[in-house]
Nanobody, 116 residues
Framework: VQLQASGGGSVQPGGSMSLSCVAS?????MGWFRQAPGKEREFVAA???????FYADSVRGRFTISRDNTINTMYLQMNSLRPEDTAVYYC??????????????WGHGTQVTVSP
């Protein structure tokens, strides 16, 4: 399975941005992770095949994960963005464990920058 993430860019604090991740074929559970400069990769959000969602405490209430299984696409709507949300965002699919980051397939990542 190949994953292609898109939608990153630059936005001011308080702004919004939407990311997409298109899979080349059907996937089961999927997730978003991010890695800021000098930091380890961290869990952001995950969604099961049946659209049950999970969030990191740092983004709960601001980010919304969703998916459209008919087009093998997952989304991340990010609102009320903060400078600390700046990172490269990665999508992943088919986990061994949903939150830990142990996934079979990974996309290349898309940069999200939040700055005045």
């Amino acid at each position: 399975v190949q994953l292609q993430a898109s939608g990153g860019g630059s936005v001011q604090p308080g702004g919004s941005m939407s990311l997409s991740c298109v899979a080349s074929s059907r996937t089961y559970d999927m997730g978003w992770f991010r890695q800021a400069p000098g930091k380890e990769r961290e869990f952001v959000a995950a969604i099961t095949w049946s659209s049950r969602s999970f969030y990191a405490d740092s983004v709960r209430g601001r980010f919304t994960i969703s998916r459209d299984n008919t087009i093998n696409t997952m989304y991340l709507q990010m609102n009320s963005l903060r400078p600390e949300d700046t990172a490269v965002y990665y999508c992943a699919a088919d986990p061994y464990e949903l939150v830990s980051g142990d996934y079979k397939f990974w996309g290349h990542g898309t940069q999200v920058t939040v700055s005045p």
